[in-house]
Structure formats: C-alpha cells, structure tokens
C-alpha cells in the first residue's frame, strides 16, 4: 500500500481514539500549569494526549522523527525526510475554560513539504483531513474548492488584542481591515480557525504569532481547497519556524495583503 495512505488509516484511528481519552478525563481533575506566562498554560492531558500519539507514532514508523509542542518527540533543526508535527490540544485555554473549541492537530511533512494534515474537534467529534493532492475532507466527505468572495463580505478571523497592539503590524491597519470587513471571529485554537477557512467557515485568518505544531496541519488542508497560507508580508512559511500566519482564499489574500499588509 502507499506510504501515505496507510499512515491515513492509522491517523484517524489514533486521533479518535485520543479525542475520546480526552472526553473521558472531563471526569478527574485537571492538573494545569503555565509556560511562558501566566496566560499560557499546558495540563497533564496536553501532556498524556502528546505522549500517547508519539507511542503510537514511534511503534507503527519508528524510522519517522516527531515535533510536539509539550516536547516528547525530538529537537527537530532539518527538515530532512518525514516528521510528525503535532499539537495535542491546540486551544488549551478553550479546553481548560469551556471544554470545548480545542482541537487535535497534526501535520506531516516530508522535507519540508505538506503530505498529510488532521485537525479534529474532540467535542463535536469532527475531523478535517487531508492528503497532498488528494483533496480536503470534513468527516469523510470532500470539502470543495474555496469560492472567492468580496472584501466587504469577508469574515475574518483575528485576535482582537493584535489590534490593540503587536510587534508586526500597524494596529491602525488591522483596525482598518476589522472596519472593511463584514464581521470578525476569534475562537482561541489556531487550528479551529485554519479548519474553518478550509471549509469555506471563515473567509480569511490572521495571526502574528504562531509556532509550526499550530499551523502545521492547517496549512495543508487549506491548501488542498485552494487557499493560500503565508506570513503576513506573503512570504512563504518555513515548517520549523515561528511566524505569523495570514490564510485566506488567494484573491482575497492579494486584496488584503495589496490594501493593509504591513512593509516588511
Ligand atoms: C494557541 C492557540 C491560539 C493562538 C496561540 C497558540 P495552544 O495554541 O492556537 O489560538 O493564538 O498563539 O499558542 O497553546 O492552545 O496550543
Ligand atoms: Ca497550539
Ligand atoms: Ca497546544
């Protein structure tokens, strides 16, 4: 069988069975602690949902290496033959807070290029997937080709605090394009918000900040429908780096980054 079809089968037995671990330990007591911040926090199910996958992972393709973001994989510095990207739980303070909006994301790449993407909403037991060339899926059911649409009728997902003030961009732009736009959503899960753009949910997405587990299977879902992702000058994004991340249909994408990206 091919390589990447059989890792397919794998990963959405593995990404079900860590949804449903998840949804059973709403039952205990949750052990949170914080990283960089006090806003940045991380629990013992980020922790055990990271090491379960990376079990599974390294017993099935044990010649694979693996990138996740609570550090039981490797310290990755190439991008040479196929890695594992994975977010555990991407939208900690969503699982932490409201039980729900936090997704599973996982990406894998072969030097250096997207081959197969997962992000699953644990909660609604929803899974959106992706094979290079092979097209998007919500649930096992292809998601079409992303429509264009016009600037004035776009909703746009962001972090409303980058508007307040950011390191990228002008916040007087950013306020700019939040007025143009027809409305703006932040749901606090990077990969619930790169899975609604594939699925044609949202409009466009735009972050200053992103870690590659967060956008890493994002990316080729997205790309799959026809949109574009890149950092907010248009650049491409390198795989094993931190970068901001605007994802959007590519007219739209040309439109906004003509009208308010920022010079780099
Ligand atoms: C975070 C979420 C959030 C994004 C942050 C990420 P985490 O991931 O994706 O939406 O704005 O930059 O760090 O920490 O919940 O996995
Ligand atoms: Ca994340
Ligand atoms: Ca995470």
Redesign the pocket.
């Known amino acids: 069988m091919d390589l990447w079809k059989e890792m397919d089968t794998y990963v959405r037995q593995w990404i079900r069975e860590a949804g449903d671990r998840i949804i059973e330990s709403f039952e205990s007591p949750l052990v949170i602690e914080t990283k960089s911040d006090r806003n ?2 991380v629990t013992n199910i980020d922790k055990e949902t990271e090491q379960f996958l990376i079990r599974k992972i390294r017993t099935t393709f044990p010649e694979h290496r693996i990138l996740g ?1 609570e550090g039981f994989g490797e310290e990755i510095k190439d991008a040479g033959g196929v890695i594992w990207i994975l ?1 555990p ?5 969503n699982f932490v807070h409201q039980k729900r909006n ?1 997704m599973i994301s996982i990406g894998v790449y072969e030097d250096g290029i997207g081959k197969l993407g997962y992000i699953y909403d644990v909660v609604h037991q929803e899974l959106y997937s992706a094979r290079a060339g092979k097209g998007a899926y919500f649930n096992g059911i292809p998601l079409p080709k992303l429509k264009e649409n016009r600037l004035e009728d776009t909703i746009l997902a962001l ?1 409303p605090t980058y508007v307040v003030s950011n390191r990228k961009m002008a916040p007087s732009k950013l306020a700019e394009l939040v007025r143009d736009v027809r409305a703006t959503r932040s ?5 619930l ?1 790169m899975a609604y753009v594939a699925a044609g949910r949202l409009d466009a997405y735009m ?1 200053m ?3 590659p ?2 956008f890493a299977a994002g990316k080729i879902l997205i790309e799959e429908v026809g949109g574009i992702v890149t950092d907010i000058y248009g650049k491409p994004l390198n795989i094993l780096e931190n970068s901001s991340v605007f994802a959007s249909k590519p007219q739209l994408h040309e439109t906004i980054l003509r009208r308010y990206a920022p010079e780099s």
Request: aromatic fraction near 14%.
């Open positions: 940045d926090l973001e977010d739980i991407d939208g900690t303070v936090f972090n749901y606090g899960s990077a990969a918000e972050t900040q992103l870690s587990w967060d």
